[in-house]
């Protein structure tokens, strides 16, 4: 167990729909990481929030956003879902700026787009 | 872009044998690299890193060699048990950057 949660587990919804991840970083971590995993590709980075703020943008469409909450959880918000969106969704999280850092992943959450 | 790893090869092991994957990047300017393992299910979870000023770094039955000449990464793990049937990525990261993380390599042991 990694520490990092993530709900929920699984989620099932329509083209068109909009869904919101969450997860709650290991205790005391200030980074979360967000990342997209499908099965024709690998980890494929989104998004880097610290301290609640926005640090690094990586592969993220622009109908998903993030944020960072006080409380340092975070959620990634997914819109105008497609089929293609389809996929793991992994939050991970680190101790500090996430340079030279460990990153600490959660079990992660399964989207199913129908 | 930049990228890391291969593309999904898969390493059959028997119980007992050494193991070696392998990971070539790209970014020479990357001074910081993590292997992962994943099981099937569940999300990555940390193996063992070294940063670019070191060679070797030895874990727990693990051992990363970093070949900066010819910009490769490689886990070798001693002794494989069934347990370490997973997929292994290789991750690479640069100062202020994100990580970037390999396609992974599956490995599979046999009993």
């Known amino acids: 167990d990694s520490g990092v949660t993530q709900t929920p587990k699984h989620l099932i919804t329509a083209t068109g729909q909009r869904v919101t991840l969450r997860c709650s970083p290991r205790s005391g971590d200030l980074s979360v990481y967000w990342y997209q995993q499908s099965l024709d590709q690998g980890l494929q980075f989104l998004i880097h929030y610290y301290n609640g703020e926005e640090r690094a943008k990586g592969n993220i469409l622009e109908r998903f956003s993030a944020q960072q909450f006080p409380d340092l959880h975070s959620e990634l918000n997914l819109s105008s879902l497609e089929l293609g969106d389809s996929a793991l969704y992994f939050c991970?999280?680190?101790?500090?700026?996430?340079?030279?850092?460990?990153?600490?992943f959660g079990p992660g959450t399964r989207l199913l787009v129908l | 872009g930049e990228s890391v790893g291969l593309h999904l090869p898969t390493l059959s092991v028997q119980e007992g044998d050494n193991s070696i994957i392998n990971c070539a990047y790209s970014?020479?300017?990357?001074?910081?690299f993590i292997w992962y393992k994943q099981e099937s299910g569940k999300g990555p979870q940390f193996i063992i890193d070294?940063?670019?000023?070191?060679d070797k770094r030895q874990g727990q039955r693990v051992t990363v060699l970093l070949n900066k000449t010819v910009k490769h990464l490689s886990l070798q793990i001693a002794a494989t048990q069934p347990g370490d049937s997973a997929v292994y990525f290789c991750a690479e990261g640069e100062y202020g950057n994100k990580l970037v993380f390999g396609a992974g390599t599956i490995l599979r042991v046999k009993s």
């Open positions: 991970a999280s680190s101790a500090t700026m996430g340079y030279g850092e460990t990153q600490y």
């Open positions: 970014n020479s300017a990357s001074d910081y």
């Open positions: 070294i940063r670019s000023n070191m």
